[in-house]
Nanobody, 115 residues
Framework: QVQLGEAGGGLGQPGGSLRLSCAFS????????MGWFRQAPGKQRELVAT???????NYADSVKGRFTISRDNDKNSVYLQMNSLNPADTSVYYC?????????WGQGTQVIVSS
């Protein structure tokens, strides 16, 4: 059974950076599409970025040019480098793993952007 564990959340400064990581276990990491989603209080969960097993990436318009998703198949991990943070990025960030229509989720890590 796939298990995902996020790390790296916390308090970030406006204009600053944070890096999230997600450790994957329980299956063959290399065949899964991976993604980051976020959910702010009172809002629906939204896509932030995805990366396929072939390392093709996709980003929400709100984070393009600021966030970078990457994966390391040797370490069974996916990362989200977040630069130029702004208060609108405050959310719980969730890691996801998908394969043939089935998706798994981590428990989330809180990111707060505030001065």
């Amino acid at each position: 059974q796939v298990q995902l564990g996020e790390a790296g959340g916390g308090l970030g400064q406006p204009g600053g950076s944070l890096r999230l990581s997600c450790a994957f276990s329980g299956s063959t990491f290399g065949i899964y599409g991976m993604g980051w989603f976020r959910q702010a209080p009172g809002k629906q969960r939204e896509l932030v970025a995805t990366i396929t097993y072939r390392h093709r990436t996709n980003y929400a318009d709100s984070v393009k040019g600021r966030f970078t998703i990457s994966r390391d198949n040797d370490k069974n991990s996916v990362y989200l480098q977040m630069n130029s943070l702004n208060p609108a990025d405050t959310s719980v960030y969730y890691c996801s793993a998908s394969f043939r229509g089935d998706a798994c989720w981590g428990q989330g890590t809180q990111v707060i952007v505030s001065s």
